[in-house]
Antibody, heavy 118, light 107 residues
Framework: QVQLVESGGGLVKPGGSLRLSCAAS????????MSWIRQAPGKGLEWVSY????????YYADSVKGRFTISRDNAKNSLYLQMNSLRAEDTAVYYC???????????WGQGTLVTVSS | ETVMTQSPATLSVSPGERATLSCRAS??????LAWYQQKPGQAPRLLIY???TRATGIPARFSGSGSGTEFTLIISSLQSEDFAVYYC?????????FGGGTKVEIK
């Protein structure tokens, strides 16, 4: 069965950095686009970043552009999100999600919490 | 950007009753609309895509309709496991955007 397991979240000070990982299993990872989606505490869902199956096409939400970098390693069935210059408003649960290639998401991980606070 | 507005914010329904949730887009999204269910402490689960197609394993009591700017999710007879927050998401226009959610609670 499809499994997505995020890791790497934690408490970080404003201006700090964090790298999230998502380990995928149960499907051919290299065939699928992937996205990161976040949810601030008690709030709704916000799409953050997308990467194509080969990694050649990448998009970011305006709110993270220039600070976050998405990448993937198809040999390791893994997705990553490098987050730099973190702000309090980046505090959220970060989910990795499998993209159907139509920009909706059919499988989600359980999420990893990122807290940006001094 | 396409803004998605869901109503009501909270819906109080008795088990066995019908629930009707609405989602409105600020511009046409054709039929490129998905619905997700999220329970406390869990990840969202895909329910509906293409405005009306149930995802794999989703019970028939969930149905979606609409096109353009107005969409509806109906849960025909609420079961205890259906009390949750529901989000719509458009994927017709860049970037993909979610609505603010409707919480379905026990009346």
């Amino acid at each position: 069965q499809v499994q997505l397991v995020e890791s790497g979240g934690g408490l970080v000070k404003p201006g700090g950095s964090l790298r999230l990982s998502c380990a995928a299993s149960g499907f051919t990872f290299s065939d699928y686009y992937m996205s990161w989606i976040r949810q601030a505490p008690g709030k709704g869902l916000e799409w953050v970043s997308y990467i194509s199956s080969s990694g050649s096409t990448i998009y970011y939400a305006d709110s993270v552009k220039g600070r976050f970098t998405i990448s993937r390693d198809n040999a390791k069935n893994s997705l990553y999100l490098q987050m730099n210059s973190l702000r309090a408003e980046d505090t959220a649960v970060y989910y990795c999600a499998r993209d159907t290639s139509n920009w909706y998401f059919d499988y989600w991980g359980q999420g990893t919490l990122v807290t940006v606070s001094s | 950007e396409t803004v998605m507005t869901q109503s009501p914010a909270t819906l109080s329904v008795s088990p066995g009753e019908r629930a009707t949730l609405s989602c409105r887009a600020s511009q046409s999204v054709s039929s490129n609309l998905a619905w997700y269910q999220q329970k406390p402490g869990q990840a969202p689960r895909l329910l509906i895509y293409g405005a009306s197609t149930r995802a794999t394993g989703i019970p028939a009591r969930f149905s979606g309709s609409g096109s353009g700017t107005e969409f509806t999710l109906i849960i025909s007879s609420l079961q205890s496991e259906d009390f949750a927050v529901y989000y719509c998401q458009q994927y017709n226009n860049w970037p993909p955007r979610f609505g603010g959610g409707t919480k379905v609670e026990i009346k």
